[in-house]
């Protein structure tokens, strides 16, 4: 397991080598230059070139590089052009918040679409495996975005329950997490839905019921826990997209967490923040795949590891 480990972790290396390269060529062809920005259309020349120069954007290409690079190296991301505070402190504040986010929507989607799975297998050809896989289909269906906006009208607007965004107690919690976790509901019921019938119709399963033991008892203690074993590797990587992926939603309700961070930064031309944002997102990915194999072969004894 530890050889393993080193191995994924060695690897992860030259990956996020190339994405660094990546992530500094593509910002830097982002039309726009962020001195003329941050002073302004009326800014004289000589003010725009002394800002630039103070930012390092009056230097080659391939020598601010080798200055981000080395400045990565010892985990300094720079400061932003912006706020001039440092990138890593503005990354970690926004990184917690778009977490909490994360866990909240991932959490009742998790367990919500393993019930509505477990259900529809169970009574399956019936109308709870019907309806439980119309509302799959339809979560999976639905543009997250779209969504979002019928529950601020319903909650916000007409109802006046729930705040429109922002981070007011946990009620603001609410409408985001619900909109970020509505895809995966339909994914994670679906797929607990078909690994749940695939091992009942294993030899041990029926050897199970011919013992006698209650229907209940084998579906909870034995199909399900293998059923759910393969819903680890998929959850850890719907994990990764959603962290990534709730730039949408965080516009949407004015959740202040690193999907606001990255769109502020990319208007406003901040590419400290960008390449900041950016490679965390790569990184947070690499890290939960990693997790998410290590705990698959600690629940899977028969899976081996070279």
Do not use: C
């Not at 230097?59 to 690079?69: A, K, M, N, R, S």
């Not at 119309?134 to 009208?153: H, T, Y």
């Not at 007409?158 to 409408?175: A, F, N, R, V």
């Not at 199909?223 to 990587?237: D, E, F, H, Q, W």
């Amino acid at each position: 397991m530890i050889r393993y480990m080193v191995k994924r972790i060695t690897g992860m290396i030259p990956m996020l080598f190339i994405v660094s390269v990546i992530i500094f060529l593509f910002i830097h062809v982002i039309p726009g230059d962020p001195a003329r920005i941050a002073l302004g259309a009326d800014a004289t020349g000589e003010a725009v070139a002394n800002l630039r120069t103070s930012m390092g954007l009056d230097q080659p290409l391939f020598q601010q590089y080798v200055t981000y690079i080395k400045n990565l190296l010892r985990g300094d991301f720079g400061n932003s052009f912006k706020s001039h505070e440092p990138v890593s402190k503005i990354l970690w504040e926004k990184f917690l918040l778009t977490l909490e986010l994360t866990l909240w929507g991932m959490g009742w989607s998790l367990i919500v679409g393993i019930l509505m799975g477990v259900i529809a297998a169970v009574r399956r050809n019936r109308w709870p495996d019907y309806v439980g896989m119309s509302i799959s289909i339809v979560g999976l269906s639905m543009p997250e975005f779209w969504f979002g906006f019928l529950l601020i009208d319903l909650f916000s607007i007409k109802l006046g329950w729930l705040p429109t965004g922002g981070t007011e107690g946990w009620g603001s919690l609410i409408m985001p997490s619900l909109t970020l976790g509505i895809g995966v509901l339909g994914l994670f019921a679906r797929f607990t839905r078909t690994s749940l019938l695939e091992v009942m119709k294993e030899d041990y399963i029926r050897t199970a019921k011919a013992k006698g033991v209650s229907k209940q008892l084998v579906i909870l203690k034995h199909a399900l826990r293998n059923a759910l074993i393969p819903l680890v590797t998929m959850s850890g990587i719907q994990f990764g997209f959603m962290l990534s992926g709730a730039v949408v939603i965080e516009v949407v309700f004015s959740w202040p967490g690193m999907g606001v961070l990255l769109v502020d930064a990319v208007k406003f031309r901040d590419f400290p923040v960008i390449q900041g944002s950016m490679f965390l997102f790569t990184l947070e990915f690499l890290v939960i795949t990693l997790i998410v194999d290590l705990l698959y072969a600690l629940l899977n004894p028969q899976m081996r590891i070279d």
